[in-house]
């Protein structure tokens, strides 16, 4: 699982980059499908569970992806202008930042919520643990690579 996880990491470091439209949709595709995988490795649920499971998974990154482009957005307008931002700037780019992490969290808390009640509390929880690890890998890997203030 570390591997996929690398890989995925590596994939969605790529999309913050992308020099195409056409490129960068191939590259979120093989992002979702790798992250689909892993997904379904940690998880490995019941027939019926995963019959339950993957329509609201499914659902779930429907609602998520827009945040994944805010965020890959927001990241390209920093690269861009890091060197020149004043504090009204950093500003809106730190509350941007904000409200995309709550918003996510809403999202997954409420995702946790009908998963617990349609399949399992266990299955919800292996969910929400499993999106916190990737959320937690890919933003290592794209701060890794980002350029820090300089003031």
Same mark, same amino acid.
């Given at each position: 699982m570390k591997k996929n996880i690398t890989l995925l990491s590596f994939i969605f470091c790529c999309v913050s980059g992308y020099a195409q439209h056409s490129e960068g949709e191939l590259i979120r595709n093989a992002f979702k499908s790798e992250k689909k995988s892993i997904v379904a490795e940690f998880l490995t649920m019941t027939k019926d569970d995963a019959a339950k499971f993957w329509p609201v998974y499914e659902e779930y990154e429907k609602e998520r992806s827009p945040f994944a482009l805010r965020r890959i957005r927001l990241i390209e307008s920093y690269v861009d202008n890091y060197e020149k931002l004043d504090d009204a700037s950093t %500003? /809106?780019?730190?509350?941007?930042? !904000? !409200?995309?992490? @709550? %918003?996510?969290?809403?999202?997954?808390? @409420?995702?946790? !919520? $009908? $998963? /617990?009640k349609s399949i399992s509390t266990s299955v919800a929880a292996r969910f929400y643990q499993i999106e916190d690890v990737i959320n937690v890998v890919v933003r290592m890997g794209l701060y890794e690579e980002l350029p820090m203030l300089k003031k």
């Open positions: %500003n /809106k780019l730190v509350e941007e930042s !904000a !409200a995309i992490q @709550k %918003n996510e969290l809403m999202l997954r808390e @409420k995702y946790y !919520a $009908l $998963l /617990k």
